[in-house]
């Protein structure tokens, strides 16, 4: 699985962002999604996470009711909704794909991973 990650841009702090992750390949759906972001001078950080269903999703609790994962498996696509956004969730933020459903916020249960996509609010 091979993802792209987009969608970041420069926002002022209360607005909002939709990042994109596309993934190719014919097993996307079987693949449960992620989020991990990494500040300057800071480790990469768990945001958020869905299951292959689009059923279930579990977010870190710094961005629980600010921020919402969805997917499209017919477009091969997850979106990270971003809303009331602040300057501490400036950031690079990566997509990843994983094939279970344990241990979501950590970067080691992840298969593969996308390139990063800058994200920087402004106050």
């Known amino acids: 699985v091979q993802l792209q990650a987009s969608g970041g841009g420069l926002v002022q702090a209360g607005g909002s962002l939709r990042l994109s992750c596309a993934a190719s390949g014919r097993t996307f759906s079987s693949y449960a999604m992620g989020w991990f972001r990494q500040a300057p001078g800071k480790e990469r950080e768990f945001v958020a996470a869905?299951?292959?269903?689009?059923?279930?999703?579990y977010y870190a609790d710094s961005v629980r009711g600010r921020f919402t994962l969805s997917r499209d498996n017919a477009k091969n696509t997850v979106y990270l909704h971003m809303n009331s956004l602040k300057r501490e969730d400036t950031a690079v933020y990566y997509c990843?794909?994983?094939?279970?459903?344990?241990?979501?916020?950590?970067?080691?249960?992840?298969?593969?991973w996308g390139q990063g996509t800058q994200v920087t609010v402004s106050s």
């Open positions: 990843a794909a994983k094939s279970d459903w344990f241990r979501n916020d950590a970067i080691g249960s992840y298969d593969y």
């Open positions: 869905i299951t292959w269903d689009g059923y279930n999703s």
